[in-house]
């Protein structure tokens, strides 16, 4: 009986999370995984790393192996990011202003590991283990609240933050995810219980979250969650369990690099293998596939996307929410466990503002999707309108389950006023977490952009 | 659909830099998106979005507002043949409504737009849609009387000063259908207040005052309140009889302005506006309940006959359902915050009725509250984002203290 009493203990009370929203979406994922023919190339792409200035440490034509590092953070010398698979490096793909958008590495066909040395995090000191996750290139995983940025090594976080399940609209099931990695995903937690002085707080939902290497993990303080969507946001989960305050540094992960930093440890190489879901109104076989970091989502989508009726298709590395675009030949990006395709809504549509027509969503009674809860919809990437000043209010709160004021938020980023963005509450906030308030905005202001500029601006302030 | 959108395409170079009309860009691009949602695509952020935007948030007021156009537009038929002491078919009335009230509507909209699309064009913006609502609530708010040209500089003035000077559509402090309500109260009072206007006729009704029958008074119920009360010899049960009947008020077959007679109707927008979710039930509840609260206390103390009046009496009369439904909630000059919108309606209630009752100069008095409380609303947000602050600053200090 022992286990059990711990066992309950452990399980602090239900945290009922009352307002958000969960967007219908069509396409979601049969739970099938798949392994896809290995893809010809693979990237790691430095916009994923917000704030991040590479410079680059290989040439084009360079021999390289998993683990291998391609460039490094020009502010923070000692980040490293390494290459997913062993290959060759191609090119570099730039945008405007010569900014690095893709590194390209063309596979071999069978991967070779640079060797970092298995090892017990035990037996590790902290300096130690800091030390592996930073040539190995696996710091990057780690990330870091306020600005939601890599986490800076030289720091110690006050606690280390995972949300074991997601929200977001037709996020992968990540207990489906985990299954056959709970060894790593625990050798993974032992690693990032040396990094903080404080506790790892494992969120998890709390009917929803079955599986043993959630609900029994070891080293972690388990917190319950339930209700729609962002309950399985990092930033509401950390609002609830123990707010950031000014001053405060925490860092968080996502599941699949915890399980990566366990293989590292475990194995001594960087295994950049990952579960990500393909889904979306505009995938024809919607399901899971065990892929490498950074790979190129055509292995996935070819000849899996709905073309009949002449609707081009949005790839997104990520969640519909707050992914990121990517061609039909783009690659998968660093810390997306999901690819979601749907319709772009390029054709202009008569009196589209007017009509009611029944495959619109909206969370205001004006349509008919209210009536029809059980509705599932094809959204498309229309915006609908032009931008709008503010006029609506009330209806951020609803989607924003934070004791944070999200206009008023909003409108001090608008006229840069650093002192009001302090007071109420920018560091504990995040672009995705303004998503939802983006989405239902019906003057369409483009609110997760505000908050990273907003975040920009502070961090520099006090830089 | 594909042949109007090709005649849009065709003519829109005309507009577009370098065309012939390219000063009229905005106005192109207003009738454009109205005819269209047009084929833009996210490109930031959220990749989907919900499928609300401001016309369709702005139609809905149109909508909710309706019911009570159409039935203002009968009962200015209605009155006109009681005060003439003729009989006439529903039709009849509707259609003599009609003729006096579009002009009305027509002239509030046209003087406004223009002044919107002169605005948009030289601030280079999309035209904004706030003036669809403003456009039909001033009519709605005004006597049938009131000459056009009135309407014209009063809405011209309130789109101006009340608005564009603030920086347009979400940035005014006042209600832009009030202010120019208060704007002709101010600048012609004789038309917006007393029984008869200066052109020889009634301020109320559309008829001639010495063409009237002697029965017919003219007055809107607050006034004969008031008259009662500055008498000051007749009793409370003298003065109601005085006035009409609960339930034609509540009906809505009185003199008054165009719109705010008929509290039923009323609802019925309120209704529409709830159930659509996009007026905020909140402040409407918190004015009526800021309203019965005075009038409670008022019945207590019963110093004058305005003051034993019912309570109920006051929610019927004069314009405080029509100011509750339509015009506190007007997101951008009401309250911002949720707790600030209990504070802000609940006042706008007690201001109104000490208005009508207490203020002798002023029967009526949902016009002044509103706009009142539209100029503390910054107030009372700004210590409701305190209160967050404060919370978030106690936070900080107990886990310094803990440290």
């Known amino acids: 009986m022992p286990g059990f009493t711990t066992k309950i203990l452990k399980m602090s009370k239900e945290i009922h999370i009352k307002r958000g929203l969960n967007i219908p979406l069509k396409g979601e994922a049969e739970k099938i995984l798949q392994t896809p023919p290995r893809s010809a190339f693979y990237a790691v792409k430095p916009p994923d790393f917000h704030g991040l200035f590479p410079k680059m440490l290989v040439n084009e034509g360079d021999r390289v192996k998993a683990g291998t590092p391609l460039f490094y953070d020009k502010y923070n010398e000692e980040v490293v990011f390494t290459s997913p698979v062993s290959g060759t490096y191609k090119e570099l793909v730039r945008g405007a202003k010569r900014r690095i958008l893709e590194v390209r590495i063309e596979a071999d066909p069978e991967d070779d590991y640079i060797d970092f040395g298995a090892a017990t995090p035990g037996s590790l000191s902290r300096e130690e283990v800091v030390q592996k996750l930073l040539k190995s290139g696996l710091w990057p995983a780690i990330r870091q609240r306020p600005y939601s940025v890599v986490a800076n090594h030289k720091d110690i976080p006050r606690d280390i933050f995972i949300s074991a399940f997601k929200s977001t609209p037709l996020a992968p099931d990540m207990d489906f995810v985990v299954n056959g990695q709970e060894s790593a995903f625990q050798a993974g937690l032992d690693v990032l219980a040396k990094l903080t002085g404080g506790d790892i707080h494992l969120g998890v939902h709390s009917e929803n979250t079955l599986s043993k290497a959630f609900l029994e993990a070891k080293n972690v303080v388990l917190h319950r969650f339930k209700g729609p969507h962002p309950a399985g946001n990092i930033g509401i989960q950390i609002h609830h369990i123990k707010p950031i305050n000014k001053g405060d540094v925490v860092w968080y992960l996502e599941v699949q690099d915890v399980i990566t930093i366990g293989r590292l440890f475990e194995k001594g190489i960087y295994d950049a293998s990952r579960v990500v879901v393909l889904n979306g109104s505009e995938v024809v076989n919607p399901r899971y596939y065990r892929v490498v970091n950074g790979v190129n989502i055509s292995a996935l989508t070819n000849e899996n996307i709905h073309t009949e009726d002449g609707l081009n298709p949005r790839f997104i590395s990520g969640d519909v929410l707050s992914g990121e675009k990517i061609p039909a030949d783009g690659f998968l990006g660093y810390y997306d466990s999901q690819i979601t395709v749907i319709p772009e809504g390029d054709k202009p549509e008569l009196l589209g503002w007017l009509i009611p027509k029944l495959d619109k969503f909206s969370v205001s009674r004006t349509f008919f999707s209210f009536m029809m809860p059980w509705k599932k919809y094809r959204l498309n990437t229309n915006i609908r309108s032009g931008e709008r000043p503010f006029v609506i209010t009330g209806i951020y709160e609803k989607v924003l389950p934070m004791d944070i004021m999200p206009m008023q938020l909003i409108k001090s980023i608008m006229i840069n006023d650093i002192d009001m963005m302090e007071k109420l509450g920018i560091y504990e906030v995040a672009p995705e977490d303004f998503a939802l308030p983006e989405f239902v905005c019906p003057s369409k202001i483009e609110m997760q952009t505000i908050v990273r500029e907003g975040l920009d601006t502070i961090k520099k302030e006090f830089e | ?403």
Do not use: C
């Open chain 2, 1 to 403: 659909m594909k042949a109007l959108h090709n005649i849009l395409d065709k003519v829109r170079p005309h507009f577009e830099k370098g065309g012939r009309f390219q000063k009229l860009y905005r106005t192109f691009e207003a009738f454009e998106t109205f005819l269209f949602v047009k084929g833009d695509v996210t490109t930031r952020g959220s990749h989907i979005r919900d499928a609300m935007d401001m016309k369709r948030t702005m139609f809905h007021v149109i909508i909710a507002l309706t019911p009570v156009l159409l039935f203002g537009m009968w009962n200015v038929g209605l009155q006109h043949y009681r005060a003439m002491g003729e009989e006439a078919a529903f039709l009849d009335q509707f259609l003599f409504g009609l003729i006096k009230v579009l002009p009305l509507v027509v002239v509030s909209y046209a003087s406004g737009l223009i002044v919107e699309f002169i605005f948009a064009t030289i601030r280079d913006h999309e035209v904004n849609e706030g003036f669809l609502v403003s456009g039909m609530l001033i009519p709605l708010i005004i006597p049938v009387t009131t000459p056009l040209w009135m309407v014209a500089v009063a809405t011209v003035f309130a789109v101006i000063i009340g608005k564009e000077v603030f920086g347009g559509t979400g940035m005014n402090i006042l209600n832009p259908a009030l202010l120019a309500r208060a704007f002709l109260f101010f600048a012609y009072p004789a038309y917006l207040s007393g029984e008869e206007n200066p052109a020889g006729n009634f301020v109320w009704t559309q008829a001639s005052v010495d063409q009237a029958v002697d029965t017919y008074s003219g007055a809107t119920p607050l006034a004969e309140a008031a008259t009662a009360t500055t008498l000051g010899d007749v009793s409370a049960s003298q003065m109601l009889e005085s006035m009409p009947s609960a339930l034609e008020m509540f009906l809505g077959t009185i003199p008054g302005s165009v719109g705010e007679t008929s509290t039923l109707l009323i609802l019925l927008g309120a209704l529409i506006l709830v159930a659509t979710g996009v007026g905020s039930l909140r402040i409407m509840l918190s004015v009526v309940a800021g309203g019965l609260f005075t009038g409670i206390i008022f019945n207590l103390f019963a110093v004058n006959v305005f003051m034993e009046m019912p309570v109920y009496y006051h929610l019927i009369m004069g314009g405080f359902a029509f100011g509750t439904v339509y015009m506190a909630t007007d997101p951008v000059s009401a309250s911002q915050t949720g707790t600030g919108k209990y504070i802000y309606g609940f006042l706008i209630g007690v201001v109104t009725l000490l208005i009508r009752v207490v203020n002798p100069a002023f029967p009526e008095g949902m016009m002044l509250a509103i706009l009142f409380m539209n100029v503390f609303a910054p107030l009372i947000d700004h210590y409701v984002v305190e209160a967050n602050i404060k919370r978030r600053m106690k936070r900080l200090k107990a886990v310094e203290q803990t440290a």
